[in-house]
């Protein structure tokens, strides 16, 4: 199964989440201000990514608002999933 890099996957999922949308965005577009994404979008989004990377976001103190800040934000988070790196609460834990 071919890697997947964390823009890649959010971007897809971005797209899956907002078919429709006529936003064009990057790294540094705003998911709440850029593309109007609300909570009820970002839970899907984040459904979205789990299914789409093969990873799970189970553990809420994961989710830190910052992650949400930008395309490349949350598409970092993503990467550092796909690499294996345990979420910054569990490796101080």
Do not use: N, Q
Not at 4 to 19: N, T
């Amino acid at each position: 199964m071919p890697s997947k890099h964390g823009a890649d996957v959010v971007r897809e999922a971005i797209k899956s989440v907002r078919p429709t949308t006529d936003v064009e965005f990057d790294d540094r577009t705003g998911l709440v201000d850029g593309l109007h994404l609300d909570s009820t979008d970002l839970l899907t989004l984040l459904g979205e990514i789990e299914d789409r990377a093969g990873i799970a976001i189970e553990d809420s103190h994961e989710l830190d608002e910052c992650i949400f800040a930008t395309v490349g934000t949350l598409a970092d988070f993503v990467a550092k999933r796909l690499e294996g790196a345990p979420p910054a609460e569990s490796a101080s834990a």
